[in-house]
Nanobody, 124 residues
């Protein structure tokens, strides 16, 4: 049974930092690209960041470039999203997802496993 479990969300003031984590089990983690998406109330799910299977390649949506960093630990089957200089518009439920292949993809349809999400709230 495949499981992706996010943790680390919470409430933070604007300008602050937060790191969310995703623990994977039941899948060939090291062969898959991993991604983070977010969904704010009343909005569609949005791609945030992705990392290739081996970790050297990353990709970010423009709105988080320079503030967010995605990383992974294949030995521990973990993927992280370090978020700095947070803004109120970063408030959303953040989802971890496992792609079907090792290369970076951004479309939600390219991911076949999803976590349950973790809430990140940034107060102004």
């Amino acid at each position: 049974q495949v499981q992706l479990v996010e943790s680390g969300g919470g409430l933070v003031q604007a300008g602050g930092s937060l790191r969310v984590s995703c623990a994977a089990s039941g899948l060939t983690f090291s062969s898959r690209a991993m991604g983070w998406f977010r969904q704010a109330p009343g909005k569609e799910r949005e791609f945030v960041a992705a990392i290739s299977w081996s970790g050297p390649s990353t990709y970010y949506v423009d709105s988080v470039k320079g503030r967010f960093t995605i990383s992974r630990d294949n030995a521990k089957k973990l993927v992280y999203l370090q978020m700095k200089r947070l803004k109120p518009e970063d408030t959303a439920v953040y989802y971890c997802a496992a792609a079907r292949r090792g290369a970076i993809v951004t479309a939600p349809g390219e991911y076949d496993y999803w976590g349950q999400g973790t809430q990140v709230t940034v107060s102004s």
